[in-house]
């Protein structure tokens, strides 16, 4: 049974797309969200379903947000949870979002200060008073650390998203694993729903819906996507494009039709 809070972030069909708009928290440069009410706007006129934002983007949200909904996207360690939360609760947001880096070295997480063993416990601490406070809680799952990439195997991933839901967190953001076969090990493998995240921009439109339409079939609830929708030229056609596959199970060459 879906909470009212998770009525705002998901569709009846159990279905997101969420637009991540998180970066600037960790990028240098993100000029693209510059104006981020104008990306709010345009995403949600093309069917996105709630925005991924950190506290400054989602604050000044408010007259633009409608009915989307909102996940507040943080920085915690064990210690500052309760706060974080509360100060989540205060803004009104309907979930929170926090990364979690399993076998990081320290130094390899994208603040430079973490472990993957101090992460899963900081994942445990935010569910536990995530769920005292009815918020849903999505772990962004990143095994290795950003630069680990080399070592993100399909297998490495899936396991990286179970030890995720075990932590207690409502879903689970992952990496796409490159092919319906073994992302569908990944969500047969994992407690909780999943979603995938947006990744490096890709070269193609007909790339990213394939990804979208291939992950679908695969058993994700949704996305979470960022660069390859606010990096887009077409962002409002973009995102309709993306909300037909996942809404009405639109093919790619249908769906790309949105966009021109």
């Not at 997480?109 to 899963?120: A, I, M, N, Q, S």
């Not at 095994?143 to 070592?151: L, S, V």
């Amino acid at each position: 049974m879906k909470t009212l809070r998770e009525r705002h972030l998901f569709r009846d069909s159990g279905r997101a797309l969420v637009v991540a708009m998180d970066h600037a928290r960790s990028f240098d440069t993100v000029t693209s969200l510059k104006d981020s009410n104008k990306v709010i706007t345009d995403v949600i006129e093309g069917g996105a379903d709630a925005i991924l934002a950190p506290y400054g983007t989602a604050l000044h949200a408010v007259d633009v947000l409608g009915a989307a909904g909102l996940w507040l996207s943080i920085d915690s360690t064990p210690q500052t949870v309760p706060t974080l939360v509360e100060r989540a609760v205060r803004l009104g947001v309907d979930g929170i979002k926090a990364e979690l880096y399993p076998w990081c070295e320290e130094g390899d997480d994208h603040l430079g200060r973490y472990t993957g063993k101090e992460t899963v416990l900081n994942m445990v601490t935010l569910a536990a008073e995530c769920q005292k406070w009815g918020l849903p809680l999505m772990a962004e799952v990143v095994p290795f650390g950003f630069p680990g990439a080399d070592k993100r195997t399909p297998e490495i991933t899936a396991a990286a998203c179970r030890v995720a839901s075990e932590t207690g967190a409502t879903y689970v953001k992952s990496f796409y694993t490159g092919d319906k076969e073994s992302f569908k090990v990944l969500v047969e493998n994992c407690t909780v729903p999943v979603l995938i995240l947006g990744g490096p921009k890709v070269d193609s439109d007909k790339e990213t819906l394939e990804i979208v339409r291939d992950a679908m079939d695969a058993g994700a609830i949704g996305i979470t996507m960022g660069r390859n929708i606010w990096g887009h030229d077409n962002v409002t056609g973009i995102t309709a494009a993306m909300a037909a596959i996942i809404h009405d199970d639109a093919s790619v060459a249908s769906a790309a039709k949105l966009i021109d």
